[in-house]
């Protein structure tokens, strides 16, 4: 049976900037990047991370976005076949494939993230937070992650409403809620930074992030600044691909990178200037871990004036960021099973997401039931996490980005970049050397 794409080409630039916006900017910028610069000791992972977006994560956007537009299919059957037209194997075909399975990976514990959005929505809604102390606030979330059961409602909750818009297709309304709602979330996390000021913790907070100690640079420190600017910019799993393939000719791709990766970054500070005062000047640890949000910014709900509905709006965001991006995820599952299977969209929607929330309990049983469960050292939520973001992802994109500077006819490739003589120079070297052979020195010095 032959089928065809379910969704047309993007409306505009703009819908599709608001598409690959919504995929990037989600919890890895409010709820993960802070974690990881406490669990990096500040501001050298910062750094080393602006680096790794700039030389390494821009470039590799652009090349996803450019092999997708070409080979306008799903990631596996566009790398193979665009392969062959080159002249090249078709095992390049393999980037696509891990890169599906990357985003089946990842969406696994997104989604039980995605949960604690919610339930904190819910907490926030009915005035939960009010008046909380560091103290009440923390044993709030430890009780919480001792409750399977909660958690368990909570990603199944999430997981439904991924697979419930995803299978409706990609709907205008929701490219429309994110003209609004991005927006906003990023207006109200400036107000956050504004209570920080208050705090008495903010000088401490920019000290940490942008004043770096570099006895912390470690290793792995690298490792993990370089994973994350893949996570944070939706990369290394075929879904700026898929989203490539949706794309208009006259789009100008280096352009709406920039636009792209300067919002998400612009996000991603903004949430670390709302939440590091907050941890200083309540004595918090920084190196908390994957709570870090949900233990410090309830302290500022529960004491600022207009807290409820501040913080219900926040985490209403924060939701809404969190399925913008869990959606982009199940995509590529999605076509992968559609276009393979007999199934129909719906179908193939409800099987992708019924794998994926199963892959998901695992996850969230790690933080009680099974918390010494360990896998090379690693509990079953960090072993999903960081085998995703510090390996599949990186080698994932430097596939993508060697395939699109070495691979791809020099000429097209020029003209679609728009770039002039000494412009398309700078480009191959950046997508010739600097990228990949960045990634390849982080890999290699830690092995
Ligand atoms: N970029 C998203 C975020 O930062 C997460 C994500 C990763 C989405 C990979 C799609 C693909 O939250």
């Not at 419930?164 to 956050?192: N, Q």
């Not at 920084?286 to 709006?313: E, K, M, Q, R, S």
């Not at 099987?351 to 695992?362: H, K, N, S």
Request: net charge neutral; glycine share 14%; hydrophobic share 55%.
């Amino acid at each position: 049976m032959q089928k065809t794409h379910t969704h047309g080409q993007w409306t505009s630039r703009m819908g599709f900037v608001l598409a690959a916006t919504g995929s990037a900017v989600g919890l890895g910028n409010i709820w993960k990047f802070p974690y990881m610069i406490g669990q990096s000791g500040g501001a050298a992972f910062v750094l080393v991370y602006l680096l790794c977006i700039a030389l390494i994560g821009l470039p590799i956007l652009v090349a996803e976005w450019m092999i997708g537009r070409r080979g306008q299919k799903n990631p596996i059957s566009t790398m193979g076949e665009l392969a062959k037209k080159n002249g090249r194997s078709g095992a390049w075909a393999l980037i696509g494939f891990t890169g599906v399975l990357g985003a089946f990976l990842i969406l696994s514990f997104y989604s039980v993230i995605g949960g604690w959005a919610l339930s904190y929505t819910g907490d926030a809604i009915t005035g939960g937070f009010t008046g909380m102390d560091k103290d009440a606030v923390g044993n709030a979330f430890t009780g919480f992650l001792a409750n399977a059961g909660s958690l368990l409602t909570w990603h199944t909750v999430f997981m439904a409403l991924t697979v419930g818009v995803v299978a409706m297709g990609v709907a205008g309304g929701l490219e429309r809620a994110s003209k609004l709602l991005m927006p906003s979330l990023g207006v109200l996390l400036f107000i956050l930074v504004g209570y920080g000021m208050t705090t008495g913790g903010f000088g401490q907070a920019m000290a940490y992030l942008f004043n770096p100690d570099w006895s912390k640079l470690t290793g792995d420190v690298v490792l993990a600044a370089l994973g994350h600017a893949f996570f944070t910019l939706s990369l290394g799993m075929g879904i700026m691909m898929a989203y490539g393939s949706y794309l208009g000719e006259d789009v100008d791709l280096l352009r709406t990178a920039r636009t792209v990766v300067i919002m998400d970054t612009v996000i991603a500070i903004a949430a670390g200037l709302a939440i590091f005062p907050i941890v200083f000047a309540n004595g918090l640890d920084p190196a908390a871990g994957p709570g870090l949000i949900f233990v410090t910014l309830p302290i500022a709900f529960g004491n600022i004036t207009g807290g409820v509905i501040l913080g219900t709006l926040f985490f209403v965001l924060l939701t809404f960021a969190a399925l913008t991006s869990a959606i982009s995820l199940l995509e590529p599952v999605v076509e992968l099973v559609e276009e393979r299977t007999p199934l129909s969209r719906a179908g193939a929607t409800f099987v992708a997401g019924i794998a994926t929330w199963a892959l998901g309990i695992a996850a969230l049983l790690s933080f009680n039931h099974w918390s010494d469960v360990t896998i090379i050292g690693l509990n079953i939520f960090d072993l999903l996490d960081q085998l995703t973001s510090k390996f599949m992802l990186p080698l994932t994109g430097l596939g993508a980005i060697l395939f699109a500077a070495w691979c791809l006819d020099r000429d097209s490739v020029r003209k679609e970049l728009g770039l002039g003589e000494l412009g398309f120079s700078v480009w191959n070297v950046v997508a010739r050397f600097v990228a990949p052979v960045g990634v390849l020195i982080v890999f290699v010095s830690n092995l």
